[in-house]
């Protein structure tokens, strides 16, 4: 009987890839070491051998040693797993242990796997590697350990095929832990998004004044903006990694479909189950993502709606206000006009009543000659002429350049009126 070890670890980690190195060879004193891709008879081995694999980033150190009786298998395992101590956690992606030889149920492999305190598994069903039947218990989703007991087998197996389809498994594996944790992660901050925006869309605007209700909005709606680009984000991730998982998955599945190493039928659905189920999993995850982005779009629709009713009747206020400026501007306007006119009046009857008394004391027999509907008229219309006069030059003065020839039509008037009045005299 023969127990192999196989222990997979990324390639670029090459300090620890020695240090295991180094744990092997002090754990076994009498190791021989094989070179890369080298392959001995199973039945020579005598002493503890150790052999190395690569595929694409990933490498393998492989252990194999004799033992004795299967009562001695439990112990060999046992103690291998206190030789690699905490690298298991902090540098190991899998472990992998075999047992090759007759006898090895698979009670002992349960008993070994409770007694190495692992990930409690469910029994499978006899899995078929081609026509190879193999025992495992456990497939190393949260602990990354497997147990294999295998009847009989040959070098070529043992040495390269069956630890290259566990770095295939372990490979896609990987990604499904990855697609875990993100799965995790997104759903809780789903979780905290969705308590948020229902914290925003059942607040009411205390009273306050307009600005603070401003800010209170503003806040809210920068908040949902970035609850928006989160979900949209995540969304993004969340599909990505689904694509990413379900290739891996299709390859990894061809290799056990079609391979040199290949699975039945039932034994593929049981190894991809788990697989399958995340892939399900996150696919209602994106469902969630969409209708909880659809439910943030919605509210920031609504906060909009709040300002669109505070600015509503900022208006309306502002409208109010402008109408009663303008009618009080309205009133100062009709009051002004009232005063304008008292004015003019009143310039009138000065200028008339002045004009009458300065004609009368300046020019008496022109004045006497001229009768007295004469007289009236004269004044009326010089008075006129000089209010008209005033109004017209103020107007200039304040750029109203369009009155000119208003300006010279009164001048002319007051000019004829001056040249009656002083030619009265000589009729």
């Known amino acids: 009987m023969l127990g192999f070890a196989y222990y997979f670890f990324p390639e670029d980690e090459k300090e620890r890839a020695l240090e295991l190195k180094g744990l092997v060879r002090s754990y076994h004193t009498d190791l021989i070491e094989l070179s890369e891709g080298q392959m001995i008879p199973l039945e020579s081995i005598s002493v503890p051998n150790t052999f190395q694999i690569r595929s694409q980033s990933l ?3 492989g252990l194999v040693c004799p033992v004795q009786t ?11 797993e206190e030789m690699v101590g905490s690298l298991a956690d902090i540098f190991l992606l899998g472990r992998t242990y075999a047992a090759v030889g007759e006898g090895v149920s ?37 602990d990354g350990l497997a147990l294999c007991a295998i009847p009989t087998a040959n070098a070529e197996l043992l040495f390269d095929k069956f630890p ?5 498994w372990l490979r896609t594996q990987l990604f499904w832990h990855l697609s875990r944790d993100q799965r995790d992660t997104i759903g809780s901050e789903r979780d905290d998004l969705e308590r948020q925006l229902s914290g925003i869309l059942f607040s009411t605007l205390v009273p306050a004044s307009r600005n603070e209700q401003l800010e209170a909005i503003e806040r809210d709606m920068n908040t949902l903006s970035q609850g928006y680009g989160v979900l949209a984000t995540n969304h993004r991730l969340l599909s990505t990694g689904m694509k990413r998982l ?13 391979g040199e190493l290949c699975l039945d039928l039932p034994s593929r659905e049981l190894v991809l189950a788990p697989i399958m189920e995340e892939l399900s999993i ?12 659809q439910d943030y779009k919605a509210g920031m629709e609504v906060v909009g709606g709040k300002i669109e009713m505070l600015l509503s009747h900022e208006n309306l206020n502002l409208q109010q206000r402008v109408m009663d400026v303008m009618e009080l501007g309205n009133a100062m306007q009709r009051q002004s006009l009232t005063l304008q006119v008292a004015a003019s009046l009143v310039e009138f009857i000065i200028v008339a009543y002045y004009g009458l008394n300065l004609w009368k004391n300046l020019d008496p027999t022109g004045f006497g000659i001229i009768p007295e ?12 002429d000089a209010v008209y006069l005033t109004h017209i030059a103020s107007e200039l003065i304040q750029g109203h350049k369009e009155l000119k020839k208003k300006l010279t039509v009164s001048v002319v008037v007051a000019f004829l009126v001056m ?5 009265a005299r000589f009729i």
């Open 59 to 61: 490498v393998c150190l």
């Open 282 to 293: 996150c696919d209602n995850l994106v469902i969630e993502l969409r209708d909880v982005r």
């Open 246 to 258: 379900s290739k891996t998955l299709n390859t990894f599945e061809k290799e056990i479909r079609e």
């Open 164 to 168: 290259r389809v566990e770095m295939k």
């Open 106 to 142: 698979r009670e002992l492999l349960a008993t070994l796997q409770s007694e190495l305190d692992c990930d409690p598994t469910k029994d499978y069903p006899q899995l078929i590697y081609g026509s190879l039947p193999v025992v495992r218990q456990g497939w190393g989703w949260d």
């Open 419 to 423: 040249i009656v009045i002083i030619g």
């Open 70 to 80: 299967t009562s001695d298998l439990p112990d060999l395992v046992k103690g291998w």
């Open 373 to 384: 509907w004469g007289r009236l008229a004269l004044v009326t219309l010089f008075a006129g």
